[in-house]
């Protein structure tokens, strides 16, 4: 398939599907659930939003400044925090689901305006003078909204209006965002096929400990607040699952970045986070079967 299309048009509906996915699990009382336990909200938003994003910039200065695309992209990723997928970990972990999707619904409306901004200073940061690249912040949050915002804004319409077919739709909606997405994986490391193996070299260990340790923090430190096993395992989830469609969209789009190679770190990390989520979510599963075993002996 060509570049082109792949990165104006499956990009654009890829995200749109997702986004849809998720609104088609949105209620506006996810959004009020602030209100109901504002400490674990605020925590998890705080991890995400704030804590990964630094993680990411502290990262690539130490092991990606010889690689400034590298380093932005890894940054992008970062900024882009999960949609749908974290719900479906968090249910699959027998996490806090309710406070899963409270924390992708601000995520969602919070990242619009985050985004631009950010990645602007990290290529100032990392580029320098070398280019003038750059987001203009007022159309790429027009075209986060479009691509993000309407489409979940029209899952929840449709869920508040015809709750029994959002139900019914969730299922088919998951699968063919998960296919697009391994698509776009795909179609990423096929055109930068000359250089992948270099660049999954460089960016490859970057991604994975940017993973570790927003897996790790988003898990321990929920425990210095006294939340309980299941908002940690959220917030852990919700800290290291990111929205690598988004991130891919924003370094390769011709609408906005237009940079293949700034999209490498986040498909190497969308393959690392099903990976790591996979075996953390198993063993405390499996900790949690021998913890009821323990106690009805």
Partial sequence: MDSSIISTVLLPLALAIIMFGLGLSLTLDDFKRIIVF???????????????????????FFLLSSTPELAVGLIILAMCPGGPTSNLLTHLGNGDTALCITLTAISSVVKIFTI????????????????????????TILKIVTITLAPAALGMFIKSQFNTFADAAQKPVKIMSAIFLVLIIVATLIKEKGNIAQFIADAGFAALLLNLLGMGIGYFLPTLFNLNKKQQLTISIETSIQNGTLAIGIASSPLMLNNSTMAIPAAVYSIIMFITAGIFISYLNSQARKNNTENIA
């Fill in 116 to 139: 631009p901004i950010m990645v602007n200073f990290a290529i100032s940061t990392f580029m320098l003078q070398t280019v003038t690249m750059h987001l203009d912040i007022f159309s």
């Fill in 38 to 60: 504002p400490k674990a909200v605020f925590l998890g938003a705080i991890t995400q939003l704030v804590v990964l994003p630094m993680l990411g910039f502290i990262i690539a």
